[in-house]
């Protein structure tokens, strides 16, 4: 019997094989997918905002790409998973809404997927993949059997990568 779990926004989740991660409405929010290929220990993260650094209160960790991913890998370790075998998958960050190309500090959704991946690469988790941009939302599945990331849209079709 699978254990699915469901991931919300600014909110951090990890599971050992076989169970399922999943969240909903990812639009400029960032699902941050990480997957020890050896124990099967997957973890996921629907962040908000880029970086804690900026924020006047860090009261919820999840909600930012840096402190998420280090709370993730934290809880993902506790669960016996290896730094050196996870890799990451990245989905969302799109741009929701139209702005002029002078107002970048509104793309939230760009910024958000910049901040992970800066900091996975601070980290040396390498990013497999990743389904990021546009400006449509997503729901995403996060498998532990095989680290797999199944992605469904409205109007962009289902995709698993």
Known sequence: MQNILRVGMADLKCVEYPGILTTLGLGSCVGIALFDTQRKVIGLAHIMLPSS?????????????????????????????????IVAKLAGGAQMFAFSKLSSILNVGERNVASAKEKLNELNIPIISEDTGGNYGRTIEFYSNDGSLLIKTIGHGVKKI
Do not use: V, Y
């Not at 209160?57 to 999840?62: C, L, Q, R, T």
């Not at 402190?67 to 016996?80: F, K, P, Q």
């Open 53 to 85: 650094s900026q924020a006047r209160s860090i009261e919820n960790p999840a909600k930012f790409a840096d402190t998420a991913i280090i709370n993730l890998l934290e809880d993902m370790e506790r669960n016996g998973a290896r730094l050196r075998n």
